[in-house]
Structure formats: structure tokens, C-alpha cells
């Protein structure tokens, strides 16, 4: 083995392809959605529980920092179905060049960009 081949382990520096990026947020969006499963089934719980405690959930909503989890969680789910919509279409057989593959992790990000501004503007106001 060659000792003196570079060694690069700053992983700032390294610049990692675009596809890169689509793969890693879709595997972080994954963990998300798992995550954020307890919070959605707790208030989908409480909501269901009774009228007072529907009503308790309903007025919690109309909280900003509430509203901004439920904005992430959704951006998280509109990501990662963009994104495992890609993946469904890539098994088809079609973009699995390198070409298409970058052209597609572009889309994946520019739609789910504009879906997650639109969920952001639906929920906030």
C-alpha cells in the first residue's frame, strides 16, 4: 500500500455531485417522516379522543410554532415523495443514465421547492 497517496477527510471540502444531495435528503427526510409519526399520531389521537379535546387540537393550530411543525413534517413528506417517486420511475428503467440522473435530482429538488413554498403558504395563512 502507498502511504504517500493524498488522504482527504474534510468533508466540507469535498464536493459531492447534486444527485448526492437528492439521495442524502431523501434518506434525512425518511428518518423525518419516522420521527415525526408520533407527534401526527398524537394529535390525530386526541383529535379523535373527543369534541373538548378536538377542540383543544384545533386550537393548538392556530399557534405559529405548531404550525411550523406541521409545515416541516409536510415538507418532509412532499420531499420524500417527490423524491421516492423519481426512485419508482429510475426501477422503470427510465433516466438511469448519468445525464438523467442529474436531470432528474433537479427536478426532484425545483418541484419539491415549489410544492413545500405552496404547502408553507397554505398552512401559515
Known sequence: MNSQRPVNLDLRTIKLPITAYASILHRI?????????IIALFLLGKSLSSAEDF???KSW???FFVKFIVWGMLSALIYHFVAGTRHLIMDLGIGETLEKGRLGAKVV???SAVLILIA??????
Open 109 to 111: 429538488l425545483i418541484v
Open 29 to 37: 427526510t425518511g428518518v423525518i417522516l419516522f420521527v415525526s409519526l
Open 120 to 125: 408553507g403558504v397554505w398552512i401559515i395563512w
Open 61 to 63: 393550530m392556530s399557534n
Open 55 to 57: 377542540a383543544i387540537v
